[in-house]
């Protein structure tokens, strides 16, 4: 059984940082292609950053230059570091594994934006 399993979510002021892990199970995570996408209240789900196997990692214009995804092959583990946070970033952040046969999406983690 698969499992991603978010954790890091929480209240920060604007300018601050938060780092986001996901812990994955289930998959052969070193050769998952990972990513984390975010969903705002009233809007749907969007990309945030991807990270594939070989260490390549992409990101969305929103959140170029302060967001790092990064990977723990050894631990199973998917971060991101989120830095100058921007109350627009305040979204669940969800945590992705593609395995091009299957997808797997975690439960959500709250990151709250706000002074």
């Known amino acids: 059984q698969v499992r991603l399993v978010e954790s890091g979510g929480g209240l920060v002021q604007p300018g601050g940082s938060l780092r986001l892990s996901c812990t994955g199970s289930?998959?052969?995570?070193?050769?998952?292609?990972m990513a984390w996408y975010r969903r705002a209240p009233g809007t749907q789900r969007e990309w945030v950053a991807t990270?594939?196997?070989?260490?390549?990692?992409r990101y969305a214009e929103s959140v170029r230059g302060r967001f790092t995804i990064t990977r723990d092959n050894a631990k199973n583990t998917l971060h991101l570091q989120m830095s100058r946070l921007k109350p627009e970033d305040t979204a669940i952040y969800y945590c992705?594994?593609?395995?091009?046969?299957?997808?797997?999406w975690g439960q959500g983690a709250q990151v709250t934006v706000s002074s």
């Open positions: 990270i594939t196997a070989y260490d390549d990692t």
């Open positions: 992705h594994a593609d395995q091009h046969t299957a997808q797997y």
């Open positions: 289930g998959i052969d995570f070193s050769r998952t292609l």
